[in-house]
C-alpha cells in the first residue's frame, strides 16, 4: 500500500460486512488505513461531499437507495475522491452502469480477499494521480488554445454564411436522415450512450497526451512521463472499443469489405505494432511465413485486428524471456485454405477452459484474469470476425504450463488459389503531404480544439466547427 496514512470511507449498512472489510484491509502488509465509517445513505453522501478521503468504497444497496445514486449526487457535489462499488452479486449489468457512473472499480464481496481488494485501491488510486497528471499537462497548453478560439471563432462566422446558402436542402436531407434513424433508434441507445459517455471523452485527452509524447521539444524524462499516461488512456480506449465491437457484432450492425488482402503483409504489420512489446518482455518471436500462397479475401482492418489480438494474447501470457512462433502454410488436405499458427510456450489453458476461450467476458480465475488484466473480450471478438470472414479459429492447450496454440484458417482469394502469387508491387514514391483546407466538425469540443491544433503543427490550414449549422 502507498507509504502514509490512507484515509478509507466506508459506506456500509452491515456491521458484519464493515468488520469483514476492516479486517481484510489489515491483512494488507504495511497497510495504514483510517476509518470513517457511515451506516447510511445520507451520512454517506455527507461524507464524501466534504472531500477529506483518500477512496471510498460504497455498499451498492443501502436499505431501500442504492449505491449508484449516491456516487452521482456526490460526484455533483464535487466529490474526488475514487468510489470502489461492493456489491453482493455479479452482475455484467450492474458493473457496467457503475463505471459510467463514475466508479473507479467494481467488487464482488463474497469473492474479495485481502490481495483483491489491495489491487482495485491500487488502480482506483493511480486512476486518479493519472488522471490530475494528464489534467496538468492539458494546462500548460491552455493559453496557447485560448489563442486559437478567437480565430476558430472568426472562421466560423465565415463558413456559416457559406451553408446558410444551402440550407434548404441541408434542411431536405437531415430531415431524411432523421427518418432513417428513427426505425433502428431504440437498438442503439445503449450503443450510443457508451460511446458519449465512455469513449468520447478519452479521444482528446489520448490526442493530446499522443502528440506530448512525441514532441521532440521536450525533455525524454517529460515524453517518457506522458508517454505511461497515453498509454493508460489508449488501453481504457482499447477496452471501451471492445466493448462498442462485440455490441456491433452481437447486433448484426457490423459490415465488412472483403477484397484481396496479402495475409502475410498483415501478419508482420501486426508484428511491428507489437514490437516494443515484445522487446519489452524479451520475447523471441520466430516469424515462419512459409505459405505460397497467402492473397485471401477479407477485410483489411478486421484482419489486422484478428492477428492483433491473437498475438497480443500470445505474448501477453508468455513469460519473460520466452518463445511465440508465428508460422503459415497452405495444408496439403486443403490447398485452398491459408493456415496461420501463433504457438507460445506460455501459462497453457486448464483443458476445461478450452472450450469457453473465445466466449466474451470469459477468461481464467485468478491468475489470467487479474494478474494479466483485460475483460475477455479480444479473443471473442476475434472468434467473430474469423466467422464473418468465413473462416475458423480454434485453440489448443494440454494444460497450465505447457503452452498455447491458435489456428487460424482463411479461404484463399480464388486467384491465389490456383496460380502463383502476383509480384510484390514497386515501392512508391514517398512525397510530403501537401497543405490541405480543412474544415473540422466535431460536437465534442476539447476533441475539436485538440485535433484542430494538432493538424495546425502538420501545417494544414484548419477551421473547426461544432455543428452541422454551424
Given at each position: 500500500m502507498d507509504k502514509g496514512q490512507l484515509r478509507v470511507l466506508l459506506i456500509e449498512d452491515d456491521p458484519d460486512d464493515y468488520l469483514l472489510t476492516t479486517e481484510l484491509l489489515a491483512e494488507i502488509p504495511g497497510s495504514k488505513v483510517a476509518f470513517e465509517w457511515a451506516t447510511d445513505f445520507d451520512a454517506g453522501l455527507a461524507a464524501l461531499s466534504r472531500c477529506e478521503h483518500d477512496a471510498c468504497l460504497l455498499d451498492y444497496r443501502l436499505g431501500q437507495q442504492d449505491g449508484i445514486i449516491l456516487l452521482r449526487?456526490?460526484?455533483?457535489?464535487?466529490?474526488?475522491?475514487?468510489?470502489?462499488?461492493?456489491?453482493?452479486?455479479?452482475?455484467?449489468?450492474?458493473?457496467?452502469?457503475?463505471?459510467?457512473?463514475?466508479?473507479?472499480?467494481?467488487?464482488?464481496?463474497?469473492?474479495?480477499?485481502?490481495?483483491?481488494?489491495?489491487?482495485?485501491?491500487?488502480?482506483?488510486?493511480?486512476?486518479?494521480?493519472?488522471?490530475?497528471?494528464?489534467?496538468?499537462?492539458?494546462?500548460e497548453r491552455t493559453a496557447e488554445l485560448e489563442q486559437v478560439n478567437s480565430a476558430l471563432r472568426e472562421s466560423a462566422k465565415q463558413i456559416r454564411a457559406l451553408f446558410e446558402s444551402a440550407e434548404a436542402a441541408r434542411?431536405?436531407?437531415?430531415?431524411?436522415?432523421?427518418?432513417?434513424?428513427?426505425?433502428?433508434?431504440?437498438?442503439?441507445?445503449?450503443?450510443?450512450?457508451?460511446?458519449?459517455?465512455?469513449?468520447?471523452?478519452?479521444?482528446?485527452?489520448?490526442?493530446?497526451?499522443?502528440?506530448?509524447?512525441?514532441?521532440q521539444t521536450l525533455p525524454q524524462n517529460v515524453r517518457d512521463d506522458i508517454d505511461v499516461i497515453a498509454k493508460g488512456i489508449g488501453l481504457q480506449a482499447r477496452l471501451v472499443d471492445d466493448l462498442l465491437d462485440i455490441t456491433r457484432i452481437t447486433g448484426g450492425k457490423l459490415r465488412l469489405e472483403l477484397r484481396p488482402i496479402d495475409a502475410h503483409a498483415a501478419l508482420t504489420h501486426a508484428y511491428e505494432i507489437l514490437r516494443a512489446d515484445i522487446k519489452e518482455h524479451a520475447i523471441e518471436l520466430e516469424l515462419d511465413l512459409a505459405a505460397a500462397?497467402?492473397?485471401?479475401?477479407?477485410?483489411?482492418?478486421?484482419?489486422?485486428?484478428?492477428?492483433?489480438?491473437?498475438?497480443?494474447?500470445?505474448?501477453?501470457?508468455?513469460?519473460?524471456?520466452?518463445i511465440v512462433t508465428v508460422r503459415t502454410c497452405n495444408p496439403p488436405e486443403s490447398p485452398d485454405t491459408f493456415l496461420v499458427e501463433v504457438i507460445d510456450n506460455g501459462i497453457g489453458i486448464e483443458p476445461e477452459m478450452l472450450s469457453r476461450v473465445f466466449d466474451a467476458f470469459i477468461q481464467e480465475e485468478h491468475d489470467r484474469g487479474h494478474r494479466f488484466g483485460g475483460i475477455g473480450l479480444g479473443l471473442a471478438i476475434s472468434h467473430r470476425l474469423v466467422e464473418l470472414q468465413n473462416g475458423r479459429i480454434e485453440a489448443e492447450s494440454k494444460g497450465r504450463g505447457h503452452g498455447a496454440t491458435f489456428r487460424i484458417e482463411l479461404p484463399l482469394a480464388a486467384d491465389d488459389a490456383l496460380s502463383d502469387a502476383a509480384p510484390a508491387a514497386a515501392t512508391p514514391t514517398v512525397v510530403a503531404p501537401a497543405t490541405r483546407h480543412i474544415l473540422l466538425v466535431e460536437d465534442h469540443e476539447q476533441t475539436r480544439v485538440t485535433l484542430g491544433q494538432l493538424l495546425r503543427r502538420r501545417g494544414h490550414i484548419v477551421a473547426g466547427v461544432g455543428t452541422i449549422r454551424a
Amino acid at each position: 500500500m502507498d507509504k502514509g496514512q490512507l484515509r478509507v470511507l466506508l459506506i456500509e449498512d452491515d456491521p458484519d460486512d464493515y468488520l469483514l472489510t476492516t479486517e481484510l484491509l489489515a491483512e494488507i502488509p504495511g497497510s495504514k488505513v483510517a476509518f470513517e465509517w457511515a451506516t447510511d445513505f445520507d451520512a454517506g453522501l455527507a461524507a464524501l461531499s466534504r472531500c477529506e478521503h483518500d477512496a471510498c468504497l460504497l455498499d451498492y444497496r443501502l436499505g431501500q437507495q442504492d449505491g449508484i445514486i449516491l456516487l452521482r449526487e456526490a460526484l455533483s457535489r464535487g466529490c474526488k475522491a475514487p468510489v470502489i462499488l461492493l456489491t453482493g452479486v455479479g452482475d455484467r449489468d450492474l458493473a457496467l452502469q457503475a463505471l459510467e457512473a463514475g466508479a473507479a472499480d467494481y467488487l464482488v464481496k463474497g469473492e474479495i480477499d485481502a490481495a483483491a481488494l489491495e489491487r482495485s485501491i491500487r488502480y482506483a488510486l493511480q486512476q486518479k494521480r493519472n488522471a490530475a497528471d494528464l489534467q496538468e499537462k492539458v494546462a500548460e497548453r491552455t493559453a496557447e488554445l485560448e489563442q486559437v478560439n478567437s480565430a476558430l471563432r472568426e472562421s466560423a462566422k465565415q463558413i456559416r454564411a457559406l451553408f446558410e446558402s444551402a440550407e434548404a436542402a441541408r434542411l431536405t436531407a437531415e430531415a431524411a436522415k432523421s427518418r432513417a434513424e428513427a426505425a433502428t433508434r431504440a437498438k442503439d441507445d445503449f450503443l450510443a450512450a457508451l460511446s458519449h459517455e465512455l469513449r468520447t471523452p478519452l479521444n482528446p485527452a489520448l490526442l493530446l497526451a499522443t502528440s506530448l509524447s512525441e514532441d521532440q521539444t521536450l525533455p525524454q524524462n517529460v515524453r517518457d512521463d506522458i508517454d505511461v499516461i497515453a498509454k493508460g488512456i489508449g488501453l481504457q480506449a482499447r477496452l471501451v472499443d471492445d466493448l462498442l465491437d462485440i455490441t456491433r457484432i452481437t447486433g448484426g450492425k457490423l459490415r465488412l469489405e472483403l477484397r484481396p488482402i496479402d495475409a502475410h503483409a498483415a501478419l508482420t504489420h501486426a508484428y511491428e505494432i507489437l514490437r516494443a512489446d515484445i522487446k519489452e518482455h524479451a520475447i523471441e518471436l520466430e516469424l515462419d511465413l512459409a505459405a505460397a500462397h497467402h492473397t485471401i479475401r477479407a477485410d483489411s482492418v478486421r484482419l489486422q485486428q484478428i492477428f492483433w489480438n491473437v498475438l497480443k494474447n500470445a505474448v501477453k501470457f508468455t513469460p519473460h524471456g520466452g518463445i511465440v512462433t508465428v508460422r503459415t502454410c497452405n495444408p496439403p488436405e486443403s490447398p485452398d485454405t491459408f493456415l496461420v499458427e501463433v504457438i507460445d510456450n506460455g501459462i497453457g489453458i486448464e483443458p476445461e477452459m478450452l472450450s469457453r476461450v473465445f466466449d466474451a467476458f470469459i477468461q481464467e480465475e485468478h491468475d489470467r484474469g487479474h494478474r494479466f488484466g483485460g475483460i475477455g473480450l479480444g479473443l471473442a471478438i476475434s472468434h467473430r470476425l474469423v466467422e464473418l470472414q468465413n473462416g475458423r479459429i480454434e485453440a489448443e492447450s494440454k494444460g497450465r504450463g505447457h503452452g498455447a496454440t491458435f489456428r487460424i484458417e482463411l479461404p484463399l482469394a480464388a486467384d491465389d488459389a490456383l496460380s502463383d502469387a502476383a509480384p510484390a508491387a514497386a515501392t512508391p514514391t514517398v512525397v510530403a503531404p501537401a497543405t490541405r483546407h480543412i474544415l473540422l466538425v466535431e460536437d465534442h469540443e476539447q476533441t475539436r480544439v485538440t485535433l484542430g491544433q494538432l493538424l495546425r503543427r502538420r501545417g494544414h490550414i484548419v477551421a473547426g466547427v461544432g455543428t452541422i449549422r454551424a
